[in-house]
Protein backbone atom coordinates (compact mmCIF):
# COMPACT_ATOMS: atom_id res chain seq x y z
CA UNK A 1 0.00 0.00 0.00
CA UNK A 2 1.15 3.50 -1.01
CA UNK A 3 1.59 6.10 1.67
CA UNK A 4 1.96 9.90 1.45
CA UNK A 5 2.64 11.72 4.81
CA UNK A 6 1.63 15.88 4.34
CA UNK A 7 2.74 17.58 7.28
CA UNK A 8 3.18 21.34 8.44
CA UNK A 9 6.17 23.01 7.24
CA UNK A 10 6.88 25.44 10.17
CA UNK A 11 8.23 23.44 12.86
CA UNK A 12 9.79 20.84 15.28
CA UNK A 13 6.05 19.78 15.36
CA UNK A 14 5.28 19.47 11.67
CA UNK A 15 9.02 17.34 10.60
CA UNK A 16 8.64 15.16 13.80
CA UNK A 17 5.56 14.02 13.50
CA UNK A 18 6.14 13.44 9.66
CA UNK A 19 9.49 11.84 11.16
CA UNK A 20 7.47 9.20 13.43
CA UNK A 21 5.44 8.52 9.99
CA UNK A 22 8.12 7.87 8.19
CA UNK A 23 9.28 5.55 10.38
CA UNK A 24 6.19 3.82 10.70
CA UNK A 25 5.87 3.50 6.44
CA UNK A 26 9.61 3.91 5.33
CA UNK A 27 8.33 3.94 1.83
CA UNK A 28 6.57 7.09 2.34
CA UNK A 29 6.26 9.93 0.04
CA UNK A 30 6.95 12.93 2.45
CA UNK A 31 5.35 16.74 1.53
CA UNK A 32 4.65 19.85 4.13
CA UNK A 33 2.93 22.97 3.90
CA UNK A 34 1.11 25.18 5.79
CA UNK A 35 -1.57 27.52 5.75
CA UNK A 36 -3.53 29.43 3.23
CA UNK A 37 -5.69 28.86 0.20
CA UNK A 38 -2.68 28.47 -2.25
CA UNK A 39 -0.59 25.82 -0.19
CA UNK A 40 -3.79 23.34 0.68
CA UNK A 41 -4.53 24.20 -3.51
CA UNK A 42 -0.91 23.22 -3.97
CA UNK A 43 -0.98 19.85 -1.72
CA UNK A 44 -4.12 18.98 -3.27
CA UNK A 45 -2.71 19.27 -6.96
CA UNK A 46 0.05 16.58 -5.37
CA UNK A 47 -2.88 14.51 -4.17
CA UNK A 48 -4.49 14.32 -6.98
CA UNK A 49 -1.27 13.32 -9.25
CA UNK A 50 -0.04 10.71 -6.76
CA UNK A 51 -2.70 9.14 -7.14
CA UNK A 52 -4.29 9.17 -10.74
CA UNK A 53 -0.55 7.90 -11.20
CA UNK A 54 -0.86 4.42 -9.64
CA UNK A 55 -3.47 1.80 -9.50
CA UNK A 56 -2.44 0.71 -5.92
CA UNK A 57 -4.37 1.65 -3.23
CA UNK A 58 -2.91 3.90 -0.76
CA UNK A 59 -3.01 6.21 2.62
CA UNK A 60 -2.70 9.56 3.06
CA UNK A 61 -1.26 10.95 6.61
CA UNK A 62 -1.98 14.54 7.15
CA UNK A 63 -0.78 15.42 10.62
CA UNK A 64 -0.25 19.36 12.65
CA UNK A 65 -2.46 20.86 10.21
CA UNK A 66 -5.91 21.82 11.08
CA UNK A 67 -9.09 21.87 8.73
CA UNK A 68 -10.19 25.33 9.12
CA UNK A 69 -13.58 26.54 7.88
CA UNK A 70 -12.59 28.12 4.82
CA UNK A 71 -10.82 24.86 3.84
CA UNK A 72 -13.78 22.61 3.88
CA UNK A 73 -15.17 22.59 0.77
CA UNK A 74 -11.67 21.87 -1.02
CA UNK A 75 -11.29 19.35 1.14
CA UNK A 76 -14.57 17.39 0.87
CA UNK A 77 -13.73 17.03 -3.05
CA UNK A 78 -10.51 15.56 -1.92
CA UNK A 79 -11.88 12.90 0.47
CA UNK A 80 -15.07 12.46 -2.25
CA UNK A 81 -12.22 11.29 -4.88
CA UNK A 82 -10.29 9.32 -2.38
CA UNK A 83 -12.73 7.66 -1.10
CA UNK A 84 -13.67 6.73 -4.77
CA UNK A 85 -10.12 5.77 -5.34
CA UNK A 86 -10.06 3.14 -2.47
CA UNK A 87 -7.47 5.88 -0.54
CA UNK A 88 -8.36 6.51 2.86
CA UNK A 89 -6.70 9.41 5.08
CA UNK A 90 -5.86 9.20 9.11
CA UNK A 91 -5.72 13.18 10.00
CA UNK A 92 -3.62 13.42 13.22
CA UNK A 93 -3.97 16.68 14.82
CA UNK A 94 -4.25 19.03 17.78
CA UNK A 95 -5.56 22.52 16.71
CA UNK A 96 -8.91 23.36 17.55
CA UNK A 97 -11.41 22.44 14.53
CA UNK A 98 -15.30 24.04 14.70
CA UNK A 99 -17.70 21.29 14.92
CA UNK A 100 -19.13 21.74 11.14
CA UNK A 101 -15.02 20.99 10.05
CA UNK A 102 -14.70 17.99 12.28
CA UNK A 103 -18.21 16.36 10.93
CA UNK A 104 -17.09 16.96 7.41
CA UNK A 105 -13.98 15.09 8.05
CA UNK A 106 -15.82 12.05 9.95
CA UNK A 107 -18.84 12.40 7.70
CA UNK A 108 -16.54 10.56 4.80
CA UNK A 109 -16.60 7.37 5.56
CA UNK A 110 -12.35 7.25 4.74
CA UNK A 111 -11.60 9.71 7.11
CA UNK A 112 -10.40 8.11 10.12
CA UNK A 113 -9.66 11.41 12.29
CA UNK A 114 -7.33 11.69 15.16
CA UNK A 115 -7.98 15.23 16.82
CA UNK A 116 -6.57 15.93 20.26
CA UNK A 117 -8.98 18.53 22.09
CA UNK A 118 -7.22 19.07 25.21
CA UNK A 119 -4.40 21.12 23.56
CA UNK A 120 -2.00 19.76 25.70
CA UNK A 121 -0.71 16.87 23.39
CA UNK A 122 1.29 18.24 20.24
CA UNK A 123 0.52 15.90 16.82
CA UNK A 124 4.12 13.71 17.33
CA UNK A 125 2.39 12.59 20.77
CA UNK A 126 -0.47 11.95 18.74
CA UNK A 127 1.68 10.34 15.68
CA UNK A 128 3.75 7.97 18.44
CA UNK A 129 0.96 6.60 20.02
CA UNK A 130 -1.39 6.13 16.82
CA UNK A 131 2.00 4.36 14.93
CA UNK A 132 5.28 3.61 17.22
CA UNK A 133 3.82 3.06 20.55
CA UNK A 134 6.66 1.58 22.91
CA UNK A 135 9.74 2.52 20.34
CA UNK A 136 12.37 4.46 21.89
CA UNK A 137 13.37 7.05 19.51
CA UNK A 138 9.60 8.01 18.32
CA UNK A 139 9.01 8.17 22.28
CA UNK A 140 12.14 10.27 22.50
CA UNK A 141 11.11 12.71 19.30
CA UNK A 142 7.92 13.30 20.84
CA UNK A 143 8.78 14.49 24.38
CA UNK A 144 10.80 17.17 21.73
CA UNK A 145 8.03 18.17 19.68
CA UNK A 146 6.06 19.25 23.40
CA UNK A 147 8.68 20.74 24.14
CA UNK A 148 9.03 23.16 21.27
CA UNK A 149 4.93 23.39 20.61
CA UNK A 150 4.51 24.20 23.99
CA UNK A 151 7.57 26.23 25.03
CA UNK A 152 8.12 23.86 28.27
CA UNK A 153 11.81 24.44 28.87
CA UNK A 154 12.01 20.75 30.21
CA UNK A 155 14.77 19.87 28.71
CA UNK A 156 17.43 21.45 25.87
CA UNK A 157 17.39 20.40 22.57
CA UNK A 158 19.20 21.36 19.54
CA UNK A 159 18.05 24.27 17.99
CA UNK A 160 16.08 22.63 15.15
CA UNK A 161 13.67 25.28 15.27
CA UNK A 162 15.69 27.93 13.77
CA UNK A 163 17.26 25.72 11.60
CA UNK A 164 13.81 25.22 9.89
CA UNK A 165 13.52 29.16 9.69
CA UNK A 166 16.73 29.03 7.78
CA UNK A 167 15.66 26.34 5.29
CA UNK A 168 12.56 28.43 4.67
CA UNK A 169 14.66 31.36 3.37
CA UNK A 170 16.03 28.96 0.53
CA UNK A 171 14.54 28.09 -2.61
CA UNK A 172 14.99 24.22 -1.80
CA UNK A 173 13.05 24.66 1.41
CA UNK A 174 11.01 21.58 0.17
CA UNK A 175 13.99 19.44 -0.27
CA UNK A 176 15.91 20.85 3.09
CA UNK A 177 13.31 19.93 5.06
CA UNK A 178 11.95 16.46 3.44
CA UNK A 179 15.69 15.10 3.86
CA UNK A 180 15.64 16.30 7.72
CA UNK A 181 12.83 14.83 8.31
CA UNK A 182 14.73 11.27 7.31
CA UNK A 183 17.79 12.38 9.25
CA UNK A 184 15.10 12.74 11.96
CA UNK A 185 13.87 9.64 11.66
CA UNK A 186 17.11 7.41 12.21
CA UNK A 187 16.97 9.21 15.26
CA UNK A 188 19.88 11.47 14.83
CA UNK A 189 19.19 15.54 15.70
CA UNK A 190 21.88 16.90 14.83
CA UNK A 191 25.28 16.62 12.15
CA UNK A 192 28.19 18.85 10.89
CA UNK A 193 26.24 20.05 8.30
CA UNK A 194 23.25 21.18 10.19
CA UNK A 195 26.27 23.00 12.63
CA UNK A 196 27.25 24.91 9.65
CA UNK A 197 24.10 25.64 8.81
CA UNK A 198 23.44 26.67 11.86
CA UNK A 199 26.21 28.80 12.11
CA UNK A 200 25.73 30.68 9.18
CA UNK A 201 22.47 31.64 9.98
CA UNK A 202 23.51 32.83 13.60
CA UNK A 203 25.23 35.72 12.00
CA UNK A 204 22.50 36.48 9.78
CA UNK A 205 19.66 36.36 12.83
CA UNK A 206 21.79 38.78 15.10
CA UNK A 207 21.94 41.39 12.06
CA UNK A 208 18.01 40.75 11.70
CA UNK A 209 17.28 41.60 15.31
CA UNK A 210 19.03 44.82 15.76
CA UNK A 211 17.07 45.98 12.90
CA UNK A 212 13.79 44.94 14.13
CA UNK A 213 14.43 46.03 17.23
CA UNK A 214 14.91 49.65 15.47
CA UNK A 215 11.60 49.48 13.99
CA UNK A 216 9.40 47.58 16.88
CA UNK A 217 6.18 50.15 17.58
CA UNK A 218 4.66 49.40 21.41
CA UNK A 219 1.54 50.72 22.70
CA UNK A 220 -1.12 51.04 25.38
CA UNK A 221 -4.61 50.34 24.00
CA UNK A 222 -7.54 52.54 26.11
CA UNK A 223 -8.25 48.59 27.85
CA UNK A 224 -4.65 48.70 29.11
CA UNK A 225 -3.65 46.05 27.10
CA UNK A 226 0.13 46.51 26.21
CA UNK A 227 1.12 45.96 22.47
CA UNK A 228 3.96 45.19 20.53
CA UNK A 229 3.84 45.55 16.66
CA UNK A 230 6.82 44.10 15.19
CA UNK A 231 7.83 43.73 11.31
CA UNK A 232 9.48 40.90 11.82
CA UNK A 233 12.33 39.13 9.58
CA UNK A 234 13.02 35.55 8.15
CA UNK A 235 15.52 34.89 10.19
CA UNK A 236 13.50 35.46 13.81
CA UNK A 237 12.16 32.20 15.15
CA UNK A 238 8.59 34.36 15.93
CA UNK A 239 8.29 32.18 19.40
CA UNK A 240 11.86 32.54 20.59
CA UNK A 241 11.93 35.98 19.38
CA UNK A 242 8.76 36.44 21.41
CA UNK A 243 10.45 36.20 24.26
CA UNK A 244 13.20 38.95 23.99
CA UNK A 245 10.21 41.17 22.74
CA UNK A 246 8.35 40.68 26.27
CA UNK A 247 11.56 41.21 28.27
CA UNK A 248 12.03 44.45 26.58
CA UNK A 249 8.77 45.81 26.42
CA UNK A 250 6.68 43.98 28.80
CA UNK A 251 3.92 43.86 26.41
CA UNK A 252 0.89 41.53 27.08
CA UNK A 253 0.92 40.25 23.14
CA UNK A 254 3.16 40.75 20.41
CA UNK A 255 2.19 40.79 16.83
CA UNK A 256 4.80 39.95 14.02
CA UNK A 257 4.19 40.55 11.02
CA UNK A 258 6.15 40.33 7.22
CA UNK A 259 6.00 41.85 4.14
CA UNK A 260 3.81 39.37 2.69
CA UNK A 261 1.23 40.79 5.24
CA UNK A 262 1.25 36.96 7.56
CA UNK A 263 1.08 37.62 10.68
CA UNK A 264 1.87 35.44 13.83
CA UNK A 265 0.53 36.33 17.56
CA UNK A 266 2.04 35.60 20.67
CA UNK A 267 1.21 36.26 24.53
CA UNK A 268 3.19 37.43 27.63
CA UNK A 269 0.23 36.26 29.95
CA UNK A 270 -3.05 34.59 29.90
CA UNK A 271 -4.94 38.59 29.64
CA UNK A 272 -5.35 38.20 26.07
CA UNK A 273 -6.17 34.40 24.34
CA UNK A 274 -4.04 34.73 20.88
CA UNK A 275 -6.48 32.35 18.68
CA UNK A 276 -9.45 34.71 19.67
CA UNK A 277 -7.74 37.69 18.14
CA UNK A 278 -6.43 36.12 15.14
CA UNK A 279 -10.23 34.95 14.19
CA UNK A 280 -10.77 38.52 13.02
CA UNK A 281 -7.59 38.59 10.53
CA UNK A 282 -7.83 36.76 7.62
CA UNK A 283 -7.39 32.74 7.53
CA UNK A 284 -6.85 33.52 10.95
CA UNK A 285 -6.48 30.46 13.72
CA UNK A 286 -4.29 28.77 16.09
CA UNK A 287 -3.86 28.23 19.54
CA UNK A 288 -4.51 30.60 22.77
CA UNK A 289 -0.99 30.83 23.57
CA UNK A 290 0.29 31.53 19.85
CA UNK A 291 -1.81 31.81 16.52
CA UNK A 292 -1.70 33.68 13.47
CA UNK A 293 -3.61 34.70 10.09
CA UNK A 294 -3.20 37.87 7.68
CA UNK A 295 -3.53 41.35 7.58
CA UNK A 296 -6.40 43.04 5.82
CA UNK A 297 -4.11 46.13 5.19
CA UNK A 298 -0.80 47.15 3.23
CA UNK A 299 2.10 46.11 5.60
CA UNK A 300 3.82 49.29 4.61
CA UNK A 301 1.41 51.52 5.54
CA UNK A 302 2.10 51.05 9.37
CA UNK A 303 -0.53 53.28 10.78
CA UNK A 304 -3.32 51.35 9.04
CA UNK A 305 -2.00 47.74 10.16
CA UNK A 306 -1.80 49.71 13.93
CA UNK A 307 -5.65 50.51 13.44
CA UNK A 308 -5.95 46.62 12.41
CA UNK A 309 -4.35 45.53 15.40
CA UNK A 310 -6.16 47.56 18.16
CA UNK A 311 -9.67 46.83 15.93
CA UNK A 312 -8.78 42.81 16.40
CA UNK A 313 -7.70 43.29 20.36
CA UNK A 314 -10.73 44.41 20.77
CA UNK A 315 -13.09 42.42 19.42
CA UNK A 316 -10.78 39.43 20.41
CA UNK A 317 -10.93 40.18 24.21
CA UNK A 318 -14.52 40.49 24.31
MN1 LIG B 1 1.93 21.38 16.35
Redesign the pocket.
Known amino acids: MKTIIIS?ES?V??IF?ASIALMRFPQAKTFFTSYGKENFLRISEIIYNEIISTQEKGQIIIS?LGLNDDMIELFEEIFIFLKSNLWSIIWID??PWSEKAIKAAIENGSVLLVLDKTENL??TQLMYEKFLKGNAIAEELSKI?HTT?FFTKDQEIPPLSELIIFYKTFPDFYSRISKLTSIIAKGNLWNTEMQKDYNQFSKLREIAKELTFDKMKTFEMENGIKVSLVSTSPYLQISLFSEEVFKRTGSDIAFFFNKEGKISIRRNNEIVQCDRIAKQLLEGGGHKFAAGGRLKSNPEEIDKVIDEIKDAVNKGIN
Do not use: P
Open positions: HDDGSDHHCAAD
